[in-house]
Protein backbone atom coordinates (compact mmCIF):
# COMPACT_ATOMS: atom_id res chain seq x y z
CA UNK A 1 0.00 0.00 0.00
CA UNK A 2 2.72 2.29 0.61
CA UNK A 3 4.19 1.83 -2.77
CA UNK A 4 0.99 2.53 -4.25
CA UNK A 5 0.59 6.09 -2.35
CA UNK A 6 4.26 7.36 -3.20
CA UNK A 7 3.54 5.94 -6.86
CA UNK A 8 0.21 8.25 -6.49
CA UNK A 9 2.10 11.17 -4.85
CA UNK A 10 4.45 10.97 -7.25
CA UNK A 11 2.07 11.15 -10.05
CA UNK A 12 0.21 14.08 -8.31
CA UNK A 13 3.22 16.04 -8.57
CA UNK A 14 4.43 15.71 -11.97
CA UNK A 15 0.62 16.61 -13.22
CA UNK A 16 0.74 19.57 -10.97
CA UNK A 17 4.26 20.87 -11.58
CA UNK A 18 3.62 22.35 -15.60
CA UNK A 19 -0.15 22.59 -14.92
CA UNK A 20 0.24 25.20 -11.79
CA UNK A 21 2.13 27.71 -14.27
CA UNK A 22 1.14 30.19 -15.86
CA UNK A 23 2.07 28.65 -19.20
CA UNK A 24 0.72 25.50 -18.06
CA UNK A 25 -2.71 27.09 -16.72
CA UNK A 26 -5.95 24.81 -17.51
CA UNK A 27 -9.07 25.29 -16.87
CA UNK A 28 -10.07 23.77 -13.20
CA UNK A 29 -12.26 20.98 -14.74
CA UNK A 30 -9.61 20.21 -17.02
CA UNK A 31 -6.67 20.11 -13.37
CA UNK A 32 -8.94 17.88 -11.69
CA UNK A 33 -9.78 15.78 -15.16
CA UNK A 34 -5.56 15.29 -14.82
CA UNK A 35 -5.42 14.88 -11.55
CA UNK A 36 -8.42 11.71 -11.55
CA UNK A 37 -6.45 10.30 -14.57
CA UNK A 38 -2.73 10.09 -12.83
CA UNK A 39 -4.50 8.99 -10.22
CA UNK A 40 -5.90 5.76 -11.75
CA UNK A 41 -2.81 5.59 -13.64
CA UNK A 42 -1.02 5.44 -10.82
CA UNK A 43 -3.21 3.15 -8.58
CA UNK A 44 -3.58 0.37 -11.45
CA UNK A 45 0.63 0.65 -12.20
CA UNK A 46 0.59 2.13 -15.50
CA UNK A 47 1.56 5.65 -14.98
CA UNK A 48 2.56 7.37 -17.85
CA UNK A 49 3.36 11.57 -17.35
CA UNK A 50 4.95 12.04 -21.05
CA UNK A 51 1.03 10.86 -22.36
CA UNK A 52 -0.82 12.85 -20.09
CA UNK A 53 0.84 16.01 -20.18
CA UNK A 54 0.00 15.83 -23.93
CA UNK A 55 -3.31 15.48 -23.73
CA UNK A 56 -2.93 19.37 -22.79
CA UNK A 57 -0.34 20.33 -24.61
CA UNK A 58 0.78 19.81 -27.79
CA UNK A 59 4.49 17.09 -27.00
CA UNK A 60 6.99 16.66 -30.04
CA UNK A 61 5.74 13.53 -29.94
CA UNK A 62 4.71 11.98 -33.24
CA UNK A 63 1.53 9.78 -34.29
CA UNK A 64 1.81 5.89 -34.18
CA UNK A 65 4.22 5.35 -37.56
CA UNK A 66 1.19 2.56 -38.85
CA UNK A 67 -1.38 5.82 -38.04
CA UNK A 68 0.76 8.16 -39.70
CA UNK A 69 1.07 6.27 -43.06
CA UNK A 70 -2.82 5.32 -43.06
CA UNK A 71 -3.79 8.71 -42.81
CA UNK A 72 -1.18 10.36 -45.32
CA UNK A 73 -2.30 7.48 -48.04
CA UNK A 74 -6.63 7.77 -47.26
CA UNK A 75 -6.24 11.86 -47.87
CA UNK A 76 -3.99 11.55 -50.41
CA UNK A 77 -5.82 8.73 -52.30
CA UNK A 78 -8.93 10.86 -51.38
CA UNK A 79 -8.28 14.26 -52.24
CA UNK A 80 -4.80 14.29 -54.47
CA UNK A 81 -6.21 13.89 -58.84
CA UNK A 82 -3.71 13.13 -61.38
CA UNK A 83 -0.10 12.51 -59.26
CA UNK A 84 -0.23 8.37 -59.47
CA UNK A 85 3.88 8.96 -58.79
CA UNK A 86 3.24 11.75 -55.79
CA UNK A 87 1.10 8.91 -53.98
CA UNK A 88 3.13 6.40 -54.46
CA UNK A 89 6.56 7.81 -53.70
CA UNK A 90 5.47 10.26 -50.70
CA UNK A 91 3.51 7.27 -48.84
CA UNK A 92 6.78 4.75 -48.99
CA UNK A 93 9.17 7.21 -48.55
CA UNK A 94 7.49 9.01 -45.51
CA UNK A 95 6.00 5.78 -43.69
CA UNK A 96 9.70 4.27 -44.38
CA UNK A 97 11.99 7.20 -42.79
CA UNK A 98 8.65 7.19 -39.41
CA UNK A 99 9.53 3.06 -39.17
CA UNK A 100 13.07 3.46 -39.29
CA UNK A 101 14.63 3.76 -35.89
CA UNK A 102 18.03 4.53 -37.26
CA UNK A 103 18.02 6.65 -39.97
CA UNK A 104 21.58 7.80 -41.34
CA UNK A 105 20.05 10.91 -42.14
CA UNK A 106 17.08 13.10 -41.91
CA UNK A 107 14.03 12.67 -45.35
CA UNK A 108 14.57 15.01 -47.64
CA UNK A 109 11.74 15.71 -50.14
CA UNK A 110 12.03 17.85 -53.61
CA UNK A 111 8.97 18.43 -54.76
CA UNK A 112 8.05 19.84 -58.80
CA UNK A 113 5.60 20.94 -60.90
CA UNK A 114 3.32 23.71 -62.06
CA UNK A 115 1.56 25.81 -59.93
CA UNK A 116 -1.98 24.32 -58.66
CA UNK A 117 -0.81 20.67 -59.29
CA UNK A 118 -0.79 20.10 -55.19
CA UNK A 119 2.32 20.69 -54.26
CA UNK A 120 1.89 22.49 -51.09
CA UNK A 121 -1.40 20.81 -50.55
CA UNK A 122 0.57 17.29 -50.34
CA UNK A 123 2.81 18.99 -47.77
CA UNK A 124 -0.28 20.13 -46.26
CA UNK A 125 -0.84 16.51 -46.28
CA UNK A 126 2.33 15.14 -44.58
CA UNK A 127 2.06 17.43 -41.78
CA UNK A 128 -1.59 16.26 -40.79
CA UNK A 129 -0.39 13.17 -40.90
CA UNK A 130 2.36 13.56 -38.29
CA UNK A 131 1.01 16.23 -36.22
CA UNK A 132 -3.10 16.81 -35.43
CA UNK A 133 -2.83 19.99 -35.46
CA UNK A 134 -0.90 19.78 -39.05
CA UNK A 135 0.37 23.26 -40.34
CA UNK A 136 -0.67 25.23 -37.11
CA UNK A 137 1.54 22.50 -35.03
CA UNK A 138 4.18 24.57 -33.48
CA UNK A 139 6.73 21.51 -34.59
CA UNK A 140 6.20 22.52 -38.48
CA UNK A 141 8.14 25.33 -39.90
CA UNK A 142 7.31 26.88 -43.04
CA UNK A 143 9.66 29.51 -45.29
CA UNK A 144 8.19 31.28 -48.21
CA UNK A 145 10.97 32.95 -50.39
CA UNK A 146 10.18 36.33 -50.98
CA UNK A 147 8.76 36.69 -47.38
CA UNK A 148 11.60 35.44 -45.36
CA UNK A 149 14.21 36.04 -47.49
CA UNK A 150 13.57 38.70 -49.68
CA UNK A 151 16.78 40.95 -50.11
CA UNK A 152 19.82 39.48 -52.42
CA UNK A 153 22.38 41.62 -50.31
CA UNK A 154 21.08 40.17 -46.72
CA UNK A 155 21.67 35.99 -47.86
CA UNK A 156 24.79 35.83 -45.65
CA UNK A 157 22.25 37.23 -42.59
CA UNK A 158 19.76 34.72 -44.19
CA UNK A 159 22.23 31.99 -43.68
CA UNK A 160 23.06 32.48 -40.51
CA UNK A 161 18.89 32.82 -39.50
CA UNK A 162 18.42 29.67 -41.12
CA UNK A 163 20.68 27.64 -39.61
CA UNK A 164 20.07 29.40 -35.95
CA UNK A 165 16.41 28.73 -36.22
CA UNK A 166 16.44 24.66 -37.79
CA UNK A 167 19.34 24.03 -34.79
CA UNK A 168 17.28 26.01 -32.37
CA UNK A 169 14.13 23.93 -33.08
CA UNK A 170 15.30 20.57 -33.69
CA UNK A 171 17.18 21.21 -30.62
CA UNK A 172 13.25 20.96 -29.06
CA UNK A 173 11.86 18.86 -31.32
CA UNK A 174 13.89 16.47 -33.30
CA UNK A 175 10.76 15.30 -35.24
CA UNK A 176 10.87 19.06 -36.39
CA UNK A 177 9.51 19.27 -40.23
CA UNK A 178 10.63 22.08 -42.24
CA UNK A 179 9.03 23.45 -45.48
CA UNK A 180 10.70 25.31 -47.99
CA UNK A 181 8.42 27.48 -50.74
CA UNK A 182 8.96 29.32 -53.60
CA UNK A 183 12.35 27.58 -53.82
CA UNK A 184 12.55 28.39 -57.67
CA UNK A 185 12.25 32.08 -56.10
CA UNK A 186 15.04 31.46 -53.25
CA UNK A 187 18.54 33.05 -53.82
CA UNK A 188 21.63 30.84 -55.37
CA UNK A 189 23.45 29.47 -52.89
CA UNK A 190 21.15 29.89 -49.87
CA UNK A 191 19.95 26.90 -49.15
CA UNK A 192 23.38 25.46 -49.36
CA UNK A 193 23.40 26.81 -45.65
CA UNK A 194 21.47 24.25 -44.40
CA UNK A 195 23.84 21.37 -46.04
CA UNK A 196 25.49 20.31 -42.41
CA UNK A 197 21.78 19.47 -41.32
CA UNK A 198 20.97 17.03 -44.52
CA UNK A 199 24.17 15.37 -44.31
CA UNK A 200 25.10 11.76 -42.56
CA UNK A 201 26.51 13.04 -39.38
CA UNK A 202 25.44 11.27 -36.18
CA UNK A 203 25.91 14.56 -34.49
CA UNK A 204 26.32 18.37 -34.29
CA UNK A 205 27.22 20.13 -31.50
CA UNK A 206 25.46 17.74 -29.60
CA UNK A 207 22.51 17.48 -31.60
CA UNK A 208 21.29 15.02 -33.90
CA UNK A 209 19.05 16.10 -36.81
CA UNK A 210 18.35 12.53 -38.31
CA UNK A 211 14.27 12.54 -37.22
CA UNK A 212 13.84 16.18 -39.19
CA UNK A 213 11.48 16.02 -42.11
CA UNK A 214 12.83 18.67 -45.07
CA UNK A 215 10.35 19.94 -47.83
CA UNK A 216 11.60 21.82 -50.68
CA UNK A 217 8.02 23.00 -53.02
CA UNK A 218 9.65 24.52 -56.23
CA UNK A 219 7.91 25.41 -59.74
CA UNK A 220 11.78 25.00 -61.57
CA UNK A 221 11.79 21.59 -63.35
CA UNK A 222 8.02 21.49 -64.76
CA UNK A 223 8.94 22.36 -68.49
CA UNK A 224 10.85 19.18 -67.72
CA UNK A 225 8.15 17.14 -66.37
CA UNK A 226 5.53 18.22 -69.19
CA UNK A 227 8.04 17.64 -71.96
CA UNK A 228 7.78 13.59 -70.21
CA UNK A 229 4.62 13.81 -69.80
CA UNK A 230 3.86 14.95 -73.67
CA UNK A 231 5.99 12.26 -75.19
CA UNK A 232 3.90 9.65 -73.32
CA UNK A 233 1.06 11.26 -74.90
CA UNK A 234 2.12 11.61 -78.19
CA UNK A 235 3.16 8.19 -78.21
CA UNK A 236 -0.41 6.92 -77.18
CA UNK A 237 0.91 6.02 -73.67
CA UNK A 238 -1.18 6.97 -70.45
CA UNK A 239 0.39 9.14 -67.95
CA UNK A 240 -0.11 6.04 -65.19
CA UNK A 241 2.57 4.68 -67.36
CA UNK A 242 5.44 7.20 -66.33
CA UNK A 243 7.40 5.77 -63.50
CA UNK A 244 9.74 8.19 -61.57
CA UNK A 245 12.93 6.57 -63.29
CA UNK A 246 11.64 7.74 -66.62
CA UNK A 247 11.57 11.61 -64.93
CA UNK A 248 13.32 12.03 -61.36
CA UNK A 249 17.35 11.60 -63.23
CA UNK A 250 16.62 14.41 -65.76
CA UNK A 251 14.27 16.39 -63.35
CA UNK A 252 17.30 16.81 -60.85
CA UNK A 253 19.57 17.96 -63.35
CA UNK A 254 17.22 20.15 -64.94
CA UNK A 255 16.94 21.79 -61.17
CA UNK A 256 20.17 21.22 -60.77
CA UNK A 257 21.51 23.57 -63.94
CA UNK A 258 18.48 26.10 -63.54
CA UNK A 259 19.99 29.53 -62.12
CA UNK A 260 16.54 30.15 -61.13
CA UNK A 261 15.71 27.05 -58.98
CA UNK A 262 17.09 27.85 -55.98
CA UNK A 263 19.12 24.63 -56.07
CA UNK A 264 21.71 26.16 -58.76
CA UNK A 265 24.73 24.12 -58.16
CA UNK A 266 23.51 23.08 -54.76
CA UNK A 267 25.61 20.60 -52.75
CA UNK A 268 22.41 19.07 -51.33
CA UNK A 269 22.04 17.82 -55.12
CA UNK A 270 25.57 17.23 -55.78
CA UNK A 271 26.18 15.40 -52.48
CA UNK A 272 23.02 13.17 -52.99
CA UNK A 273 21.03 14.68 -50.00
CA UNK A 274 17.50 14.92 -51.29
CA UNK A 275 16.65 11.97 -51.11
CA UNK A 276 13.46 12.35 -53.61
CA UNK A 277 12.95 14.49 -56.29
CA UNK A 278 9.24 13.99 -56.91
CA UNK A 279 7.51 15.21 -60.20
CA UNK A 280 4.10 16.50 -60.51
CA UNK A 281 2.52 16.25 -63.15
CA UNK A 282 0.33 18.81 -65.35
CA UNK A 283 -3.64 18.25 -64.31
CA UNK A 284 -5.84 16.95 -67.59
CA UNK A 285 -9.50 18.58 -67.55
CA UNK A 286 -10.76 15.69 -66.38
CA UNK A 287 -8.85 16.32 -63.12
CA UNK A 288 -10.14 19.62 -62.89
CA UNK A 289 -13.35 18.36 -62.59
CA UNK A 290 -12.55 16.10 -59.63
CA UNK A 291 -11.05 19.07 -58.20
CA UNK A 292 -14.52 20.85 -58.61
CA UNK A 293 -16.42 18.08 -57.42
CA UNK A 294 -14.67 17.32 -54.27
CA UNK A 295 -14.55 21.39 -53.64
CA UNK A 296 -18.45 21.46 -54.14
CA UNK A 297 -18.95 18.60 -51.67
CA UNK A 298 -16.63 20.19 -49.20
CA UNK A 299 -18.77 23.37 -48.57
CA UNK A 300 -22.14 20.76 -48.48
CA UNK A 301 -23.85 21.63 -51.87
CA UNK A 302 -25.22 19.02 -54.23
CA UNK A 303 -22.73 18.72 -57.14
CA UNK A 304 -24.13 20.13 -60.30
CA UNK A 305 -22.37 18.28 -63.40
CA UNK A 306 -23.38 21.42 -65.68
CA UNK A 307 -21.36 23.65 -63.23
CA UNK A 308 -18.83 21.24 -62.99
CA UNK A 309 -17.97 21.43 -66.62
CA UNK A 310 -18.44 24.76 -67.08
CA UNK A 311 -15.83 25.40 -64.65
CA UNK A 312 -13.44 23.25 -66.00
CA UNK A 313 -14.29 24.94 -69.66
CA UNK A 314 -13.12 28.19 -68.01
CA UNK A 315 -9.80 27.22 -67.70
CA UNK A 316 -6.80 27.65 -70.08
CA UNK A 317 -4.84 24.41 -71.44
CA UNK A 318 -1.45 23.97 -73.36
CA UNK A 319 0.20 23.50 -75.41
CA UNK A 320 -1.84 25.64 -77.94
CA UNK A 321 -2.97 23.19 -80.32
CA UNK A 322 -3.25 19.68 -78.71
CA UNK A 323 -5.14 21.68 -74.91
CA UNK A 324 -4.43 18.86 -73.22
CA UNK A 325 -3.26 20.62 -69.50
CA UNK A 326 -4.67 23.55 -67.31
CA UNK A 327 -1.92 26.25 -66.65
CA UNK A 328 -3.12 26.53 -63.16
CA UNK A 329 -4.33 23.17 -62.11
CA UNK A 330 -6.85 23.32 -59.98
CA UNK A 331 -5.41 26.01 -58.43
CA UNK A 332 -8.47 28.87 -59.30
CA UNK A 333 -11.56 26.78 -58.54
CA UNK A 334 -12.10 28.16 -55.72
CA UNK A 335 -12.51 31.35 -56.63
CA UNK A 336 -14.53 30.33 -59.65
CA UNK A 337 -17.20 28.47 -57.04
CA UNK A 338 -17.92 31.62 -55.47
CA UNK A 339 -19.03 32.77 -58.68
CA UNK A 340 -21.64 30.45 -59.17
CA UNK A 341 -22.47 29.35 -56.07
CA UNK A 342 -24.30 32.13 -54.02
CA UNK A 343 -22.83 30.77 -50.41
Not at 116 to 143: C, P
Not at 146 to 171: C, E, M
Not at 194 to 201: A, H, S, T, V, W
Amino acid sequence: MKLRRGALRAALALVLLPLLTPAGAVEPISLGLAIAGAAASALTGFISYPRLYCYFRECCLHRHDQRAAAALQENLDKKLFGQHLVSKVVVKAVRGFLNNTNAKKPLALSLHGWTGTGKNFVSKIVAESIYKRGLQSKYVHQFVATLHFPHAHSINLYKDQLQSWIRGNVSVCPRSLFIFDEMDKMHAGLIDSIKPFLDYYELLDGVSYRQAIFIFLSNAGAEKITEVALDFWRNGRTREDIQLTDIQNALSVSVFNNKNSGFWHSTLIDRNLIDYFIPFLPLEYRHVKMCVRVEIESRGYTVDEDIVSRIADEMTYFPREERIYSDKGCKTVDAKLDYYYDF
